[in-house]
Structure formats: structure tokens, C-alpha cells
Nanobody, 126 residues
């Protein structure tokens, strides 16, 4: 069955960088859109970045992540990454990867994604 496992979260100082990973099993990630989402305490889950299928690998970012975060995929490892730079305390959240098993343009709508990982905690603090 479709499974997603995030890893790489941790504690980082403001201004620092972190790369988190999303490993897939049970399906070929490159064939489908994959998104990164996050949820801070007391806030709704929100989309951060997404990447479309490898046949047309467009990426899309939220206003908060644009120019600081980069989503990429390694098809050989069936893994999608989120490189996060210039982190601020406002980026503190549990980060999730998800897929809607679609092959069109990716989107950042939580409601359209059916398969989710368990999340990885990212804490930005001095």
C-alpha cells in the first residue's frame, strides 16, 4: 500500500538550514504529485511546496516558502526532499509529505491529498 515516511527534522537556529526527506513505498513517487505541508501548534495545516510528476516536474511554493525552500526529487531513491534555508521561528511546525496520486499539476490544498506521512518535527529556536 502507499506509505510515506518523513525524516530529517530537528532543532535548528534561526537563519540556519535543514533538509527533510520523504521516502515513499508502495508506489512510484516520480509518477505523481507530491506536496510538503506543515502544521504549527494551534494552527491549521498549510501547504508549503509541491512538485508535479516527473514528466512535467513543475514546482509550486507558498508565499512563506518562496525563495527560501526548494522541493526536489530523487527518483532512484523514490524520495522527495525539502531544502529549507534562512529558517525563522515561524517555520517551527510538524512537516508532512502527502500525495493525491494524481498526475496533473500539483497543488497545496490539504483537502485533495489522501495519503500522508506521520510527520517530522522542525523547531527553529536559539
Amino acid at each position: 500500500q502507499v506509505q510515506l515516511v518523513e525524516s530529517g527534522g530537528g532543532l535548528v537556529q534561526p537563519g540556519g538550514s535543514l533538509r527533510i526527506s520523504c521516502a515513499g513505498s508502495g508506489f512510484t513517487m516520480a509518477r505523481y504529485t507530491i506536496g510538503w505541508f506543515r502544521q504549527a501548534p494551534g494552527k491549521e495545516r498549510e501547504g508549503v511546496a509541491c512538485i508535479s510528476a516527473s514528466t512535467d516536474p513543475r514546482t509550486y511554493y507558498s508565499d512563506s516558502s518562496l525563495y527560501r525552500f526548494t522541493i526536489s526529487r530523487d527518483s532512484a531513491k523514490n524520495t522527495v526532499y525539502l531544502q529549507m534555508n534562512n529558517l525563522t521561528p515561524e517555520d517551527t511546525a510538524v512537516y508532512y509529505c502527502a500525495t493525491d496520486l494524481r498526475q496533473g499539476r500539483c497543488n497545496l490544498r490539504v483537502s485533495t491529498h489522501d495519503y500522508w506521512g506521520q510527520g517530522t518535527q522542525v523547531t527553529v529556536s536559539s
